[in-house]
């Protein structure tokens, strides 16, 4: 049963697997700065805070039941339980700046145990809930999206990540997210 609303992945021109993700990019590829976001496993949103001084808030523009479809997400999509539910959002600034994009996959009969109020970030749902959580990086790609230049308001190519989430040893959620050029302003040069 996949849902008739897609998502919007990167059209990769590199991708860089677990490795790449533990040993970092050279520097001329993508600047340390830039690395702490992408690579590192502290939360998106609470870096978007810090960087910007502002609120982070979520802009939720899906929430569909995929069933067991694989959704084109990346592989690790199975070992999120099925049935599963994507949630798409837009990351942005109290002012409403767009600042990333992000899909996730929860196995459907536990996302409302999670994502109490979904219009909260992630990790502000699960902070409130005191969830221990790991974040699992497990990709990272470069690539291109008309729909994402469009939204964002910037020319790609765009960065992007996916990690597991993992709550009491099991996966919890599988998460794909896509950051906007306009960090540059913040965290410098993306090489």
Request: hydrophobic share 35%.
């Amino acid at each position: 049963m996949p849902a008739a609303t897609k998502w919007h992945r990167l059209l990769p021109l590199w991708t860089g697997d677990e490795t790449v993700v533990q040993r970092g990019l050279p520097h001329e590829q993508l600047s340390p700065t830039w690395q702490v976001l992408l690579l590192g496993d502290g939360s998106p949103t609470r870096h978007l805070r810090l960087l910007t001084g502002e609120t982070t808030e979520v802009d939720v523009i899906d929430m569909s039941l995929i069933g067991n479809d694989s959704d084109e997400a990346p592989t690790l999509i199975q070992r999120v339980p099925g049935p599963r539910l994507r949630r798409q959002v837009w990351l942005k600034t109290a002012s409403g700046q767009r600042l990333a994009y992000a899909t996730s996959w929860w196995e459907a009969s536990h996302v409302d145990e999670y994502l109490q109020n979904r219009s909260l970030p992630i990790w502000a749902s699960l902070a409130r809930l005191r969830t221990e959580l790991y974040r699992d990086v497990r990709g990272v790609c470069y690539g291109t999206s008309s729909v994402l230049e469009e939204t964002f308001g910037e020319s790609g190519p765009f960065w992007g990540r996916h990690y597991l989430f993992w709550h009491d040893g099991q996966p919890l959620t599988l998460i794909y997210e896509v950051f906007s050029p306009y960090l540059q302003r913040y965290l410098g040069s993306m090489s």
